[in-house]
Structures are given as C-alpha cells and as structure tokens.
Nanobody, 124 residues
Framework: QVRLVESGGGLVQAGDSLRLSCAASGRTFSSYAMGWFRQAPGKERAFVAAIGWSDSTTYYADSVKGRFTISRDNAKNTVALQMNSLKSEDTAVYYC?????????????????WGQGTQVTVSS
C-alpha cells in the first residue's frame, strides 16, 4: 500500500513558476514508477509527466514538454513537478500517482495509487 500526499498548488499568474511535491509512504518507493496527471473542470483526467524507478526515464505530455520537469528523490520518498512558464490552460487539479512497476506509464489506468490532488490556478 502506498499513500500519496500532494502539496505546492496555488494561484499564480501566467508566466510564473510553481513546484508541486508528492510525498509517498511505504518502504519500497524506489520500486514504483510515479506520474503526474491533471484534471480541468469538465475534462477528463490527463497525463502530464511520468518517471521510472530511477530518474533516467521520463515522459511528458506534448503540452508541457520544455516547460515542466519531473524528478524524484528515492531517499526522501518524494516526487516533484517543476512547472515553468505557466499558462491559463495549465489550470487544473494535479494528481500524483504511483505505479507498482519500475517502468512509467502514460495512462491513468496504468497507476495503482492516487493522491487527493492539489489545485493549480493560473490567471491570465
């Protein structure tokens, strides 16, 4: 069982940066691939970024590539999402997810555990 708690959301202006963090419980964090997803009002939950058990394998949605960076610290059981050059269309609830596999996935059904989400609002 893995418990995930996100933090770092908030209200920012377009062009600003924000760093989301996800703290995971469990002693086997390093064996889980981790992902970030987001859900805007009235829309389906969408993939944002994912990282494998080490930080050598990462995937990004085209809409965030070059602006967002996912990273993990296995010693601290955390995964982060650095978001730069934020746009109004980045406004959403952001969810951290864990997959019981060392390889990352890019679909929500690939993940086994989810956090409660943190709101990110970008004003234009």
């Amino acid at each position: 069982q893995v418990r995930l708690v996100e933090s770092g959301g908030g209200l920012v202006q377009a062009g600003d940066s924000l760093r989301l963090s996800c703290a995971a419980s469990g002693r086997t964090f390093s064996s889980y691939a981790m992902g970030w997803f987001r859900q805007a009002p009235g829309k389906e939950r969408a993939f944002v970024a994912a990282i494998g058990w080490s930080d050598s394998t990462t995937y990004y949605a085209d809409s965030v590539k070059g602006r967002f960076t996912i990273s993990r610290d296995n010693a601290k059981n955390t995964v982060a999402l650095q978001m730069n050059s934020l746009k109004s269309e980045d406004t959403a609830v952001y969810y951290c997810a864990a997959r019981n596999d060392i390889a990352p996935g890019i679909t929500s059904r690939a993940y086994d555990y989810w956090g409660q989400g943190t709101q990110v609002t970008v004003s234009s």
